[in-house]
């Protein structure tokens, strides 16, 4: 079965930054796009970044453009999420999800479980 496991996140303080890593099994992850969504207290869920299979076609919510950056490495089977100049705003949980077709996001199947990230001084 499809599983997303989410890590790296943790406090940091404004301006800081933090990498989170997602590391995917149960299905073909070379095959599909995937992206990051998060979910602040109290509100709904919101997609943050999106990348193509391929890696090549980033995507981003224009809440966090110019401060994160997606990534994947298809050899390791594992999405990456680097963001900086964080901002308390940006303080979610944040989970790692599987798109459902290989060239088009925010349409996705599957997520994990989430890691939390507090933006705090």
């Known amino acids: 079965q499809v599983q997303l496991v989410e890590s790296g996140g943790g406090l940091a303080q404004p301006g800081g930054s933090l990498r989170l890593s997602c590391v995917a099994s149960?299905?073909?992850?070379?095959?599909?796009?995937m992206s990051w969504v998060r979910q602040a207290p109290g509100k709904g869920l919101e997609w943050v970044a999106g990348?193509?299979?391929?890696?090549?076609?980033?995507y981003y919510a224009e809440f966090v453009k110019g401060r994160f950056t997606i990534s994947r490495d298809n050899d390791k089977n594992t999405l990456y999420l680097q963001m900086d100049s964080l901002k308390p705003e940006d303080t979610a949980l944040y989970f790692c999800?599987?798109?459902?077709?290989?060239?088009?996001?925010?349409?996705?199947?599957?997520r994990g479980r989430g890691t939390q990230v507090t933006v705090s001084s």
């Open positions: 990348l193509f299979r391929v890696g090549s076609d980033e």
């Open positions: 999800a599987k798109e459902k077709f290989s060239d088009y996001v925010n349409d996705y199947d599957y």
């Open positions: 149960g299905f073909t992850f070379s095959n599909y796009a």
